[in-house]
């Protein structure tokens, strides 16, 4: 079958396009792979790029990962879509690297094989538990609600529990707690999974608690999603005013950062304006901080179930040029609930013949370029292999940050070509 | 059973891919084989379309284009057009005439100037970020609302006068006004990544 695929990607016919071209394959069509193809194009006349992805549909998380319920986000297709209909670019749905076609055939028959395809795994806690049913990684959740085809089979049960503990305070966590607390109402006007809408509307979830292992200083979010989270309807939002105590390092930490100052006013905006008690039958939404995940507990009547977690509470101890990290403090507490999912980050995965940084799950790079171990030596280079987006630089930053991203791994292929280091 | 399954029709894909000798999925891809691609992948809806054209005329509907640029010649007769100058990111100054009543991320599309605009104005990124140049002219422009504060808070290079492009939109009290493109690829590294010498 990889023969049949490398004959047919080689073969293409290129009569009307450069009789020289360099050809270049994109691992993965999300944001990364759509950037680099783009900023490929447009900085080489005779770069033909070829996208490939392993779902048949293109645009990777643009499409399984950004919330139904925020479209606007999701206008960067009309973009991608216009790269895509470049005639020196062509999409390959349905082929997966490592078994429709190897890293090596790939190299063989590309001038440049870039790879982009992301982070499709999940950081792992490593405590007692996890793997209890009705532990479920955010990510799962998300491909589930947003129709990725990987997410379909996710068992998801909604109706056994009123409560519903999220670990970690980012963006993914507050999508996650918006899905499981907005009316089915609103929501049945997004682009949710039809399957997702049908299990919400049923869901019995009414208490979701988002748990942090740092302060509301060090909340991971953005001002748009937690605007947005607060501002859902008849939402009882609790705050624990103790928790807004802000520290001298922590005045300092938001000296710093404009994001961390908008979001902590906002939190403390919410933790003063609400009602002390929910009316009956009020959806809750509490956030919970300095509290880290001890372990999970099963529960006595459903064997093999999830029945809460255990809690450690932190203080925060500084690590040196103003950053602060949770330290536990002995003293425990448990939060009772029927299901848990964790967004504490994506994992990268690796590939047979790609040189991996298991520690940072990320491959090594300089500036987009593979380097063919770990050790850091920036001379062993892989010749025509390089990296763009999250499987680069790790699972953090928002859909702009592929472009500076790409952009970087291109000046570095444009460089290389320029210095004759890749045949053509 | 289902992955051999679906490499299998990802192997048709590509064989048809080659039978039509074509280079450009829109064309080719349109068939409702597998049930995740019941749609044509690239084909845009008539309503994005026409969204497409009011913000991209030029490489979307040439009549509209042509239109526009009849606006602007008309407009400058009647001083309904401002003056802007951008400066890209090498420094190199673009002096373009913007209508009023037209966005700064309009304006520089329709002048090929590139400023991204991922989400095409809805305020949904902070890809169009501008800084303006003269604080002056900064403090002529209304106060950014809570929600372009909420992107600006996510742009690269971040100064006291940044704005987004899309929500600058030109009035009289803004000709003369001058608009930098940040340089991206250096605020990039500054942001997380660390260089290392060759």
């Not at chain 1, 990962?65 to 216009?82: L, W, Y």
């Not at chain 2, 971040?158 to 000709?175: F, H, M, W, Y």
Request: include cysteine; hydrophobic fraction near 40%.
């Amino acid at each position: 079958m990889a023969k049949l695929l490398a004959r047919t990607l080689l073969t293409r016919d290129y009569a009307s396009l450069s009789t020289n071209p360099f050809r270049v394959c994109v691992i993965g069509s999300g944001p990364a792979g759509f950037y680099t193809a783009e900023k490929m194009l447009k900085a080489h006349a005779r770069a033909q790029v070829d996208i490939v992805d392993r779902l048949p549909t293109p645009f990777g998380l643009v499409r399984s990962g950004v919330a139904p319920d925020h479209p606007e986000t999701k206008v960067v297709i009309n973009q991608f879509s216009r790269v895509a209909k470049n005639e020196r670019c062509a999409f390959f749905g349905n082929v997966t690297l490592g078994s429709s076609i190897s890293l090596s055939e790939l190299r063989e028959l590309y001038h440049v094989v870039v790879l982009a395809y992301g982070a499709e795994s999940d950081r792992v806690l490593g405590i007692p538990g996890e793997d209890l049913i009705g532990v479920h990684s955010a990510r799962q959740f998300v491909w589930w609600y947003n129709g990725h085809p990987d997410g379909r089979s996710l068992n998801l049960d909604l109706n056994s529990t009123d409560t519903a503990v999220i670990l970690g305070q980012g963006n993914v966590a507050l999508d996650v707690a918006r899905i499981l607390l907005r009316s089915t109402t609103e929501l049945a006007k997004t682009d949710i999974a039809s399957h997702a809408l049908a299990a919400l509307e049923e869901s019995s979830i009414r208490k979701v608690y988002l748990v942090g292992r740092r302060g509301p200083v060090q909340a991971a979010c953005t001002a748009k999603e937690l605007r947005e989270v607060l501002g859902i309807k008849d939402l009882f939002v609790h705050i624990k005013e103790a928790d807004l105590h802000k520290t001298l390092a922590d005045e300092e930490e938001m000296k710093n950062s404009r994001i961390q100052r908008r979001v902590y006013e906002l939190l403390s905006k919410a933790a003063t304006s609400a009602s002390s008690h929910p009316i009956s039958g009020q959806r809750e939404l509490h956030f919970v901080f300095f509290r880290k995940p001890d372990r999970f507990f099963e529960s006595d009547e459903k064997r093999g179930h999830v029945a809460g977690v255990h809690f450690e509470k932190t203080i925060l101890k500084g690590v040196g040029s103003g950053r602060q990290i949770a330290a536990g403090t002995g003293q425990y507490e448990g939060i009772d609930c029927g299901m848990v999912l964790k967004s504490i980050g994506y994992k990268s995965v690796a590939v047979d013949g790609l040189p991996f940084d298991h520690q940072k799950g990320v491959v090594p790079n300089v500036g987009g370029r593979v380097l063919s171990d770990t050790s850091g030596d920036p001379t062993l280079l892989e010749n025509g292999l390089y990296v763009s987006g999250w499987l680069k630089r790790g699972p953090t930053g928002i859909i702009a940050t592929n472009l500076y991203c790409a952009e970087e791994t291109v000046a570095s292929i444009s460089e290389d070509l320029e210095q004759g280091a890749l045949a053509s | 059973m289902l992955i051999s399954r679906l490499s299998r029709v990802g192997v048709w894909m590509v064989k048809e891919l080659y039978r039509g000798r074509c280079t450009s999925v829109s064309k080719n891809i349109r068939r409702p084989h597998i049930q995740f691609c019941q749609r044509p992948l690239f084909e845009s809806h008539p309503e994005d379309k026409v969204f497409h054209s009011a913000i991209f005329p030029k490489s979307h509907n040439f009549s509209a284009a042509a239109a526009s640029s009849n606006a602007i010649e008309e407009g400058s007769e009647q001083k309904e057009t401002i003056s802007v100058t951008f400066v890209n990111k090498d420094g190199e100054e673009q002096h373009i005439q913007v209508p009023i009543g037209m966005s700064m991320l309009e304006a520089a599309h329709q002048y090929d100037i590139e400023l991204e605009g991922a989400c095409e104005g809805s305020l949904a990124c902070s890809t169009c970020h501008v800084i303006v140049m003269d604080m002056e002219y900064y403090n002529k422009l209304e106060d950014p609302a809570d929600e372009e504060n909420d992107m600006l808070d996510l742009a690269f290079g971040l100064t006291e006068t940044s704005r987004l492009g899309c929500q600058v939109i030109a009035k009289p009290e803004l000709d003369g006004i001058r608009l930098a493109i940040p340089a991206a690829t250096r605020n990039f590294a500054v942001d997380g990544y660390v260089p290392k010498p060759h």
